[in-house]
């Protein structure tokens, strides 16, 4: 009997456990950003590969991958830095750098990002868990869609999101994926930045059930299936497993 009330007490608190979310004192919610907050155009970054084109000078186009020191390496123009510059701002340096060198006066210079270099990892509940490629504006939800979706285990009212801030240390946001696919609540569509990672939770019932798995079925001498009947003529008999 002790063993019975030991046993249901411990399967109460995992449940209470299964239940909980990440605590508010881990949260830093000012750390992160809306969608509707960040900057219009995506921040090129090292291992982006962009295409430079030249509309009136061909001759001078060029495809290449910016280098871990944030460099973009131009033929023509020479080492261009890329660290915290949107394409706009590349392809204004570029002709400045140009006209610098007076190769070319104000050239007309066009970029576009030929493969995004730049990750988000997710984990968890999804069906294709590991990095993907981070796209400009991406959400939590696209990251998601983009590794294959939810599984049906998954516990999307409780996505974990989790930075690295200024000082190395990780910083924790939980967003309610389901708010933003049911009503479309911007303060659950936290725009991503390199390297962020994102976590889906096992549902509490999912939990429970690797748990009783695990701790239940493998471990206590008794196995689902079994049925008990108490034979009503004699009560006091013992009960016989069917």
């Avoid at 809306?34 to 921040?43: E, M």
């Avoid at 001078?60 to 660290?83: Q, R």
């Avoid at 392809?91 to 006209?99: D, M």
């Avoid at 994102?198 to 690797?210: D, Q």
């Amino acid at each position: 009997m002790k063993g019975f009330f030991r046993t249901t007490a411990i399967i109460s608190a995992f449940f209470l456990a299964a239940c909980a979310e990440v605590a508010p004192r881990f949260q830093q919610p000012e750390a992160f950003d809306a969608v509707a907050d960040f900057p219009p155009s995506y921040i090129v970054g090292p291992g982006d590969e962009l295409s430079v084109v030249f509309p009136f000078n061909s001759e001078l186009n060029y495809e290449g991958p910016i280098g871990p020191d944030s460099n973009f390496t131009l033929p023509v123009a020479g080492t261009i830095s890329t660290a915290g510059k949107t394409s706009t701002q590349v392809e204004e340096a570029i002709s400045q750098a140009l006209t610098e060198r007076k190769i070319a006066r104000n050239p007309s210079v066009s970029i576009s990002i030929r493969r995004y270099a730049q990750v988000v990892y997710v984990g968890g509940e999804v069906k294709q868990p590991g990095p993907i490629a981070l796209q400009n504006k991406m959400d939590p939800l696209q990251a998601v869609i983009a590794a294959g979706g939810a599984l049906d285990t998954a516990r999307t009212s409780s996505a974990v999101i989790i930075r690295r801030g200024p000082n190395g240390k990780p910083l924790l946001k939980v967003v309610d994926l389901n708010k933003l696919i049911h009503t479309g609540d911007e303060a659950q569509a936290i725009a991503l930045r390199p390297l962020d990672s994102i976590f889906i939770p096992k549902t509490s019932i999912a939990e429970a059930n690797l748990w009783v798995d695990q701790y239940i079925n493998k471990i206590l001498p008794f196995q689902r299936g079994f049925s008990y009947t108490i034979n009503n003529q004699n009560p006091s008999a013992f009960v016989q497993p069917q």
